[in-house]
């Protein structure tokens, strides 16, 4: 893996994606803690 200091498209993406990920992820804990409430 070749690692440089401008951010590459591929890098973007990856960021991107797990951005996304956690998003999905902490709408889910939101959701589910207002459905205990």
């Known amino acids: 893996?070749?690692?440089?200091?401008?951010?590459t498209n591929s890098d973007v993406a990856y960021s991107r994606?797990?951005?996304?990920?956690?998003?999905?992820?902490c709408g889910w804990l939101i959701h589910h803690?207002?459905?205990e409430a």
């Open 33 to 35: 803690r207002e459905q």
């Open 17 to 25: 994606s797990i951005y996304k990920i956690n998003a999905r992820r």
């Open 1 to 7: 893996m070749v690692v440089s200091v401008a951010p």
